[in-house]
């Protein structure tokens, strides 16, 4: 069993070496043009206004707070149900009580507007 | 001027019977006509018999070629047999082969980035009453994505002046290792699996969310307000749609009572009556709402119409992709239709059965045969989809997932609790 996760290490020496060697490959064949118009940032061929570390919504960091959240249980629920069928009621109970807790605080976000976008 | 001139007289539309299409002379033909009665065509009826004659042919092939391990089986061991001969020690014929299945599983997103991409542009075609690709390749286009990828290959590297250079190069480097490291635990067929690990189900989930940091850094280090948007709203809806795609699993785990994605897909061989497959998708009720979920976030997941905010075209000149170009491009889209590729096996072990046949009859066709025509099957409604919905706005994006997609999995898992303890 350990040997099948030795596997996925190779794995990623053979993934690694696809993608350097991809992008190796690329820099040794194509031709390079030096053109400091080229190089501007492509915004539908206005020139830039500003920097573009401007502030972002905060919206983003809400969905990431509740995406912690629930990845967090997500990972609890996986054990849970692989052996939920011989644990039985107590099992389905348990995680009712569990789910239930995160539910509602899924409902409290819902009603204080977190899930709003504007 | 007369007045013949200005409103010129539609002459009616002559019916070719040789090819099969409406022509109206000096003027367009309309699609609409021609495919009213689609098998009064010829063309119609010669591709029917093509596609009839490409799926009995790969059978034929497949039940020619019986299942893969019996075939691969002597071949290694006549491998490690010369190899012990010459005194090469057994850990390095191991470590050896595994580099050689490796490559192999390698090539899988690889050729299906080759062929998903011309697939697409022909769907797309016929959908629109067009050719696609015809010229480049023996047989209408069929090498289009080749010369593509050659062009990618020798295109110019542009990096922005305001760019973050490292990250930006890094960036498709961060997105791709994944996107071919999710493959290790994947089944292709019963037994040809590349590392057969007991928690597959969660790796594929942890490895697979390892990309919405390369999209990230993507977005982040171009320099373009256009790709930050892009980066940060793929991210919001990555990690979103990753919720509902996870809980969707859950009742497939719950019923399968294993995290090894092969043994779930062995546990669906079999048949209820003799007639009806005991695949997942065929539970009551929980099957069908998780199969629906987890191809819905699947979609999303890979940033595809109609959830494609994040690279939309139209109003962000394709988000976190608009400053890559060259073979940095082309590895951001070989992880997008890797991801394609990897949610239809998923979908095919989960939910249909792996490579069970969906009639007792049928099973003289090996296992992967039934896989490769499931992942197609799927990898259909994957295109078709992206040529027939319009694309979400981008609350209603999150709204759909969060207030919809969510609770609907969380319910299922309660209804799964249920039919488990009814079976028990």
């Known amino acids: 069993m350990l040997l099948a996760y030795a596997s996925i290490l190779i794995l990623l020496v053979i993934a690694t070496l696809f993608a350097g060697g991809s992008l190796i490959a690329a820099k040794l064949v194509r031709p390079r043009v030096n053109d400091t118009l080229k190089r501007t940032a492509y915004e539908c061929g206005m020139e830039t206004v500003g920097e573009t570390t401007v502030q972002t919504n905060i919206r983003f960091y809400t969905y990431a707070l509740l995406f912690v959240i629930f990845d967090v249980e997500a990972l609890y629920i996986f054990p849970w149900a692989v052996v939920v069928r011989s644990m039985g009621a107590v099992a389905l109970v348990e995680m009712g009580i569990f789910l239930g807790i995160l539910v509602s605080g899924l409902a409290y976000a819902w009603k204080m507007g977190a899930l709003q976008w504007e | ?424």
């Open chain 2, 1 to 424: 001027m007369t007045e013949e001139t200005i409103q010129p007289k539609l002459s009616e539309p002559v019916f070719n019977h040789s090819n099969g299409r409406l022509l109206m002379p000096e003027t367009r033909y309309w699609p609409t006509q021609m495919w009213k009665s689609p098998w009064s065509l010829p063309t119609y009826r010669r591709g029917a018999a093509v596609l009839a004659g490409l799926i009995t042919g790969i059978a034929g092939a497949a039940w020619f070629l019986g299942e893969a391990g019996p075939r691969v089986a002597p071949l290694y061991s006549a491998a490690e047999q010369f190899a012990l001969s010459k005194g090469v020690p057994a850990f390095i014929i191991s470590v050896l082969w595994t580099f050689i299945k490796g490559a192999i599983l390698l090539a899988a997103p690889l050729v299906n980035a080759l062929f998903a991409v011309w697939w697409e542009r022909k769907i797309s075609a016929h959908i629109q009453s067009r050719m696609g690709p015809m010229y480049v390749g023996w047989w209408h286009g069929a090498l289009q994505t080749v010369a593509d990828g050659l062009k990618l290959l020798l295109k110019e590297d542009i990096i922005p002046e305001t760019a973050d250079k490292f990250v930006h190069m890094m960036a498709p480097v961060v997105v791709v290792i994944p996107a071919i490291l999710a493959f290790a635990p994947v089944p292709f067929g019963n037994e040809l699996v590349y590392a057969d690990i007991d928690i597959g189900t969660l790796y594929v989930f942890a490895v697979g969310g390892v990309s919405v940091v390369g999209i990230i850094m993507a977005g982040w280090s171009s320099g373009n307000k256009f790709s930050l948007l892009g980066g940060l709203r793929s991210a919001a809806q990555l990690v979103s749609y990753e919720l509902p795609r996870t809980f969707a699993v859950v009742p497939v785990i719950m019923l399968a009572g294993t995290l090894n994605i092969s043994a779930i897909a062995g546990l669906q061989a079999g048949y209820w009556g003799g007639i009806i497959p005991r695949w997942l998708i065929f539970y009551p009720v929980v099957g069908q709402i998780a199969f629906i979920v987890f191809l819905i976030a699947s979609v999303a997941e890979t940033n595809r119409i109609p959830f494609d905010i994040p690279e939309a075209e139209s109003e962000l000149v394709a988000g976190f992709n608009t400053e890559y170009s060259g073979m940095k491009f082309a590895l951001f889209f070989l992880s997008e239709f890797a991801y394609v590729l990897l949610s239809c096996l998923l979908m095919a072990s989960f939910f249909f059965g792996g490579g069970a046949a969906p009639l007792p009859f049928l099973d003289f066709l090996p296992s992967w045969a039934w896989f490769l025509g499931k992942v197609l099957i799927l990898m259909f409604c994957f295109l078709w989809f992206r040529w027939t919905f319009p694309r979400f706005r981008v609350d209603r994006l999150m709204d759909f997932n969060w207030k919809f997609l969510l609770p609907v999995s969380l319910l299922n898992i309660a209804a799964a609790g249920l039919l488990i303890w009814f079976l028990s």
